[in-house]
């Protein structure tokens, strides 16, 4: 393949952006970005409802994955016992509606482990985050190994925006994007708007803000530090937990060993991205995980003239490295969005340092 | 010379005590495990069985007790690679990428270098593996230096990459012909062959080297003083006239090196690199430093019990039908115990004696703040 | 000061003991303020005054005594327990959190709610600047707390009391970090609070503004109640020798000087911070050997940046330092300690030491590479204990043992390690940056001994010290550093106190009756700018 320069690279780079800005408008491909930035959107807002308190977690992976697993065995279990008609709204049965509460569970019980130790024991953070991700793997695949699954709950369905909106010219696309997605995924713009507001307007926001920042100052104005922080640990927990239920339950309708493929990771990245604010760590996890739909798009619609044959020049040499390009770009873009943006991103100035109560200074 | 040994079992004890808590809970999870495995039967004796296979396994024969040495092999470097970056200061979570990078090195030079005596073969294999791995962690090391950019999140994100990278460039480009598998060429001499008719082979003797450098590379040299007093106060070293930038780069290469060095082992003891090559040494590794207290003897006694485990492993599924994986979760309880050792301190108000770094370092550093130096 | 007449006394504390191991901090101490008093409560560092508002405050509580308000018993269990009770601290070190609002920042803990789950602001932002306009200013609630001047955040803790409705209210050195024009502003503050009928507990241990300010002053020494005054009865040396318990000891002798060439040269140089303001505006002056050049000024002057580019921590963007007559621009630390350049930093424990590793390595931390703790890049172990056995006895470093971790040590004796680590070389030139920090009065003695020595010896030394007292008692001359600029240097021992006093804090000018920036609203009276001086 030759390698071209100068202006036959640029007329490729532009015939690129092009075939990305008609991929977007045309909406089909929208909604699967919005489904692959869930569950990094959840787990970024685990990770801002973490370090706003002051905790680092990095555990954001393993939460998911053990909740994911739950989710998958509660619903199945369920779906054995109880067999149900999906019903014509999401598909909702009581299997996966039990999943769900289930994995919200399992992501606060995890939680509660990683809030323990990084809270009232005050061992390392990142430690307390790897730990829960290796026992989080081990468990799940250990327990993989042993009841093999024979059957799945099925999935939610995805909602079926009306006509009238989709076909809307210039603007369609955003509702195609944000509706025709299932119940979690169209959850997460809720969620996101609700805590952006809770965390800059509400009292209990304002007291998380403190105590990420300056802890000996909320303490002696009376506020109980350790209880806070534990809390939202807690509460970050039930959106990882709603991320592992996401994956086995509304994605795909099986379990695979390490599913989650670093995903927590990417969710930090997106966190970081946006200054640790909901709405911001909601974009980042959208421009990420876009990434990684242009190669569905570009396997579902291909793009035309050069464009196209060049890509499928590589496609053909290199069937798997190019498989694997797309695979990796949201890898690639957070590494450079780290490098590139961390030394202006300012975090929460307590991040990571356990809180301890002097008795008397 | 008590005192020394007497520090010595202090700094065990904990360690020690978290093995033995968490392989009670694991046989909880063993008995579980009958109950829900395909026998579906309550044994309160099964974990007994389970671990008597697992010893006979890894001690019971002289192959056993060489498969443990086999097994430790890579756990030492990959211990290595992780322990030293925590005298650092560093997580160094990307073990896994610098393994395979180092794998895939050690195969791709192996193949170029088949023809060429063992003397010669091997050793260049190696150190490819090893230059391989250092640039795996060359890559975080200098974004964390210069940018900031916590290597926990960036090796996690490489190991991935690398992952991905090497698959797709086995499958695609260097691809052997005539396998049923993508698997690169025969790397003939480079070969780790097993000594007589045991699974021994030379690279033990290059992990075992390792261990007495490491140890008088961090406490007798100039240079293991600054990686530890990087490793400890970064701010007071570059006042004192360090420069803990080239430290951070310095270290993570090193962890790399360590590391790659263990994936080159692993393929050459297999004779080329597999496009789909799964292992948990990376991990493992995590495991051996924590375990290890980051100290290179520490890491060689966590190696080998790690070791132990993983080859005592295969027979105690045979045996008591107790999947492998439930090493993995004892690991993870394991380290468990381990994070919380600080309570069973306070309660103990246990000491190590001695220069009091042997505690694990706190490595937490936000994500944003900027190496200066 | 206000004319108080006799109502009952609003607070009482009465035979407050607090043991901690080793110290008895509080014992049995007694203490009344009345409503609408301004109480003063003097002591040493060290003496229990903190302790013992820490008991008020609900932040440590007493083995024996009792707290009574307004005649009623109390208990209280925390601080928020203190709050509802009607007290409030302003901390030493302020307790306010840098980048949410003052708004934010006084909301917090006491928060006014539209609902049950949102802010009003729009509630707080108006009550606060109601009760900034009845004490005599005007405060933004929007602007970012690390937006303000040290003056203007201290008021913003005052309102955090305020507004929570505290009568008694316990001021701990809330004129530490302010400069004499500040001082005068917040003590009209003060007047005005106590006219209102709220009570005002005074820590400190300058003794002319307890003189000035204060209605009654308690003096603790050890721990204990040595006397209670009120100004008219009593006057400095008085209240000096109940502090300390006897007559007040002289300052080190320091002898004369002898100064020969300059070894440290600043010409010119400029200097930006993190954020990247300049703020050293063309700094020129020069320390020759022999001499101690102090560096006087009010701390964020830029005296860190300018500390931190001699000694290479931080680039220049203009101008040069030279040591011993080599251009030392671009120079990396390392490289101008070999050339002679000693430095004690600011912060002992965060800049000067590794605390977990034994002091014999911290004794090393700067020489460790080279001969004879190094050879190659093979460590000498037993040269470096020998050195550090010597060092430890020659210093007066108190410690069982030279191996054990420096975090152990007091924090004079850290200071004496770095100390020892420095002096010990043979020095062209040193940088002493807050040196006597925190330390207690025979380290402080033991460092300034030290210092002298090494003059004599022919360093030239560089003082930075936010102590006035320490800049007097050492400088042979005496520079003030204001806004980025040296805008003074006269001779050390001829100096007066007053007169340096003023200048750190208006830059030479006169101020006649124009209030330097960050202050707004009707001056009650002419700033007062007669410091009273005198030692403490």
């Not at chain 2, 039967?41 to 296979?53: H, M, T, W």
């Not at chain 2, 770094?357 to 706190?362: I, N, S, Y």
Request: hydrophobic share 50%.
């Amino acid at each position: 393949m030759d390698v071209l320069f100068d202006i036959p690279i640029l007329g490729l780079l532009l015939q690129f952006l092009s075939y990305l800005v008609q991929v977007i408008v045309s909406g089909h491909i929208t909604p699967i970005i919005l489904g692959l930035a869930t569950p990094i959107a959840l787990g970024a807002l685990c990770g801002v409802l973490n370090e706003r308190s002051g905790v680092v977690n990095i555990g954001i992976e393993g939460m998911m994955l053990f909740s994911a697993y739950v989710a998958f065995m509660v619903a199945l279990f369920v779906h054995q016992a109880f067999p149900a008609e999906p019903s014509p709204l999401f598909g909702v049965t009581p299997a996966l509606v039990l999943g769900v509460i289930a994995a919200i569970a399992a992501g606060v019980l995890i939680s509660l482990l990683h809030a323990w130790l990084s809270i009232s024991v005050r061992a390392d953070q990142i430690i307390s985050g790897t730990i829960i991700n290796i026992t989080a793997l081990g468990l799940t695949s250990y327990l993989n190994r042993l009841i093999k699954p024979f059957d799945s709950a099925g999935t939610f369905q995805s909602f079926r925006p009306p006509a009238g909106l989709v076909n809307l010219p210039g603007i369609g696309w955003l509702f195609e994007m944000f509706t025709a997605v299932g119940p979690i995924a169209m959850s997460v713009i809720v969620l996101v708007l609700i805590t952006q507001i809770m965390l800059f307007r509400s009292r209990w926001g304002l007291r998380t803000r403190a105590v990420g920042e300056h802890p000996k100052a909320a303490d002696t104005v009376g506020i109980n530090v350790i209880r806070l922080r534990y809390r939202n640990v807690l509460i970050g927990g039930m959106f990882a937990g709603l991320a592992g239920a996401y994956l086995t339950l509304e994605a795909t309708g099986s379990f695979q060993n390490n599913m989650t493929a670093g995903r927590g990771f990417i969710a930090l990245a997106a966190m970081i991205f946006g200054r640790w604010a909901p709405v911001g760590a909601f974009a980042g996890a959208l421009l990420f995980m876009g990434s990684q739909a242009i190669g569905v798009a570009i396997r579902l619609a291909p793009p035309s003239g050069n464009l196209g044959t060049f890509l499928a020049g590589i496609q053909q040499a290199y069937p798997s490295i190019y498989n694997n390009f797309f695979t990796g770009l949201p890898y690639l873009l957070t590494i450079i969005v780290l490098a590139g943006v961390v030394g202006r991103s300012i975090a929460p100035a307590a991040d990571g340092q356990p809180y301890e109560k002097e008795s008397a200074t | 010379m008590m005192a020394r040994l007497r520090s010595y079992a202090g700094f065990m004890v904990v360690p020690a005590l978290s093995i033995l808590l968490a392989l009670l809970v694991a046989s909880v999870l063993i008995i579980a495990s009958g109950l829900i495995g395909e026998e579906k039967r309550l044994n309160l004796l099964l974990p007994l069985v389970a671990y008597r296979s697992l010893l006979v396994g890894a001690f019971g024969s002289f192959k056993g007790i060489a498969n443990m040495i086999v097994a430790a092999t890579p756990l030492m470097l990959t211990g290595l690679a992780v322990g030293v970056g925590l005298k650092a200061g560093l997580f160094n979570i990307g073990a896994t990428g610098q393994v395979l990078l180092g794998g895939f090195a050690a195969a791709l030079i192996g193949t170029q270098v088949a023809g060429a005596p063992i003397w010669i073969a091997l050793p260049v294999a190696m150190l490819g593996g090893m230059l391989a791995g250092a640039l795996a962690g060359f890559i975080p090391g200098f974004l964390k230096a210069f940018t900031g950019a916590h290597e926990v999140v960036t090796t996690i994100m490489l190991n991935a990459l690398v992952q991905l990278t090497v698959s797709g460039l086995v499958n695609d480009v260097f691809r052997a012909p005539g396998f049923s598998f993508a698997r690169t060429a025969p790397v003939g001499n480079a070969e780790l062959t097993g000594v007589g008719n045991t699974t021994l082979h030379l690279g033990v003797l290059f992990a075992l080297v390792c261990i007495p450098i490491s140890y008088w590379l961090l406490w007798r040299t100039t240079v293991g003083f600054e990686i530890r007093a990087v490793g400890s106060n970064p701010t007071a070293a570059r006042y004192a006239g360090m420069n803990p930038r080239r430290m951070i780069i310095f270290t993570m290469s090193l962890c790399g090196a360590f590391a790659g060095l263990g994936g080159a082992v692993e393929i050459l003891r297999l004779g080329y690199y597999p496009a789909v090559f799964g292992t948990s040494i990376g991990f493992d590794g995590i495991t051996v430093a924590l375990l290890g207290r980051s100290n290179p003897v520490g890491i060689l006694l966590a190696a080998l019990l790690l070791g132990a485990m993983r080859a005592g492993a295969p027979l105690m599924q045979i045996q008591a039908r107790v999947p492998v994986e439930i090493i993995d979760v004892i690991q993870g309880v394991i380290l468990i115990f381990l994070a919380a050792e600080v309570v069973v301190r306070q309660i103990f108000r246990l000491r190590s004696a001695g220069t009091g770094t042997g505690e694990l370092q706190t490595i937490t550093r936000s994500y944003g703040e900027k190496v200066v130096g | 000061m206000s004319v108080a007449p006799s109502p009952p006394a609003r607070l009482q504390m009465r035979g407050i003991t607090k043991r901690f191991p080793g110290v008895v901090a509080n014992n049995h101490i007694d203490l009344d303020v009345k409503a609408g008093e301004i109480h003063a409560l003097l002591g040493e560092n060290g003496a229990g005054k903190t302790t013992l508002m820490n008991v008020l405050f609900g932040l440590a509580h007493p083995d024996e005594g009792e707290i009574l308000i307004d005649g009623n018993p109390v208990q209280i269990a925390d601080p928020a327990d203190a709050i509802a009770r009607g007290i409030g601290m302003v901390h030493q070190h302020f307790m306010l959190i840098p980048v949410l609002t003052v708004a934010e920042n006084i909301l917090l803990g006491a928060e006014t709610m539209a609902n049950p789950i949102f802010l009003d602001r729009n509630e707080a932002r108006r009550r606060i600047i109601e009760l900034g306009k009845r004490f005599g200013f005007e405060i933004d609630p929007d602007a970012r707390v690390e937006t303000l001047s040290v003056g203007w955040q201290q008021r913003v803790e005052i309102l955090k009391a305020l507004y929570r409705q505290a009568r008694i209210l316990v001021l701990d050195e809330p004129t530490a970090v302010l400069t004499p024009q500040e001082t005068v502003e917040v003590f009209a503050v003060f007047r005005r609070l106590a006219a209102e009928g709220h009570s005002l507990i005074f820590i400190s241990h300058k003794l002319y503004e307890v003189l000035e300010i204060a209605d009654r002053i308690t003096v603790i020494r050890r721990g204990e109640v040595v006397g209670t005054r009120q100004p008219a009865q009593t006057n400095e040396d008085d209240l000096a020798e109940l502090m300390v318990g006897r007559q007040v000891k002289l300052a080190v002798d320091r002898g004369k000087s002898h100064p020969a060439e300059p070894v440290l040269t600043v010409e010119n140089l400029r200097v930006k911070s993190d954020r990247g303001q300049e703020v050293v505006r063309g700094v020129n002056f020069n320390v020759r050997a022999g001499e101690i050049l102090g560096i006087a000024g009010v701390a964020g002057n830029g005296q860190d940046e300018l500390v931190e580019a001699i000694t290479g921590l931080r680039r220049s963007t203009g101008g040069a330092v030279h040591l011993a007559g080599e251009n030392i621009a671009g120079w990396p630390v390392r490289q101008r300690r070999e050339h002679g350049l000693g430095y004690v930093p600011g912060d002992r424990q965060k800049y000067g030491l590794v605390l977990g590793f034994p002091i014999s390595d911290n004794l090393v931390l700067t020489q460790y590479y080279s001969s004879p703790f190094a050879r190659g890049i093979q460590r000498e172990d037993a040269a470096i204990e020998q050195w550090a056995r010597k060092t430890i006895e020659e210093f007066d470093i108190r410690t069982p043992s030279w191996s054990v971790p420096a975090g152990t040590l007091s924090g004079g004796n850290q200071q004496k390690v770095i100390v020892a680590r420095e002096f010990s070389r043979d020095l062209k030139a040193l940088v002493l940056d807050q040196p006597t920090r925190g330390l207690d009065v025979g380290s402080i003695e033991f460092i300034h001994k030290q210092a002298i020595r090494k003059r004599d010896a022919g360093t030239g030394i560089l003082l930075v010290s936010a102590e006035l007292d320490e800049i007097l008692e050492l400088s042979d001359r005496i520079a003030v550093m204001y806004r980025g600029e040296i805008v003074a240097l006269v001779d050390g021992p001829t100096a007066n106190k007053e007169e340096i006093g003023l200048i750190m804090a208006t830059g030479g000018r006169a101020p006649a009756k124009e209030l330097p920036t960050g202050t707004s609203g009707p001056a009650a009276e002419p700033p007062d700018t007669s410091v009273r001086g005198g030692t403490s």
